[in-house]
């Protein structure tokens, strides 16, 4: 069960965030609405540039293709996450032209509180199907509200992930209101994901990450996994 720091936005979380362990970091750039950890383009690709091999980078964004991919070539990330509106037409565009630059694609299905799915196809497991036919390589999972729509900071409503773990073959990313305290109660022991993905839960303020909680996620995180291992 591997682990992504998200939400990076300076140079000195990097270092903090590979040195607890972190397996990926993630950059929020551009993305089509207000969240306190946009980056503009030109910084994200300064500090993707940071990671050193074998911490993988993600580039958080939504839009159409074109933008995307735009966007894609400048940084350079390892995976692609569209969080937004994206169609599945478009998801379908963006992961074959990601492909082609050696990137791959990860769609957020983002789950309201009454466990709905914020989609054009509303049923989670059909949504899961065709997107995995239209090219995703892996699906994350996280919370959704329209007042935050960059992310809630709630958890996912554990029926969803539930129903969308059973239904694809693919790497499933668990995201949404996820601390080091909340491991145990929201990773179900026979069905983890393939990946745990953490923002605020990390943060002393939004944008800036906490050593102390960022080491503790992870530390959490390898004990649960020595746990479900047993």
Not at 62 to 73: E, F, I, Y
Not at 179 to 185: A, E, G, I
Request: proline residues 6%; hydrophobic residues 40%; contains cysteine.
């Amino acid at each position: 069960m591997k682990v992504k720091i998200c939400g990076i936005t300076r140079e000195s979380d990097i270092s903090l965030c590979v040195d607890a362990g972190a397996d990926a970091c993630g950059f929020v750039v551009q993305y089509p609405a207000d969240v306190p950890w946009n980056l503009d383009a030109e910084k994200a690709a300064s500090l993707v540039r940071l990671i050193p091999g074998g911490t993988s980078t993600f580039m958080v964004t939504g839009g159409s293709p074109d933008r995307v991919v735009g966007l894609a070539r400048q940084l350079r990330p390892d995976f692609v996450q569209l969080h937004h509106e994206e169609t599945l037409a478009e998801l379908c565009e963006i992961s074959g032209r990601l492909k082609a630059l050696g990137i791959s694609t990860v769609k957020a299905l983002r789950i309201d509180s009454g466990g709905r799915l914020n989609f054009e196809i509303p049923d989670i497991a059909v949504a899961a199907g065709a997107l995995e036919k239209a090219g995703a390589d892996a699906l994350l999972i996280d919370s959704f509200t329209r007042a935050r729509p960059g992310g809630s900071g709630r958890a996912v409503d554990p029926g969803a992930y539930m129903t969308l773990i059973k239904s694809t073959s693919l790497p499933v990313i668990l995201a949404g209101g996820l601390s080091p305290d909340k491991l145990n109660t929201l990773v179900p022991a026979k069905y983890p994901p393939y990946m745990l993905d953490v923002l605020s839960g990390v943060e002393s303020s939004p944008g800036i990450k906490d050593k102390d909680k960022v080491a503790a996620f992870v530390k959490a995180a390898r004990a649960l996994q020595k746990e479900q291992d047993i």
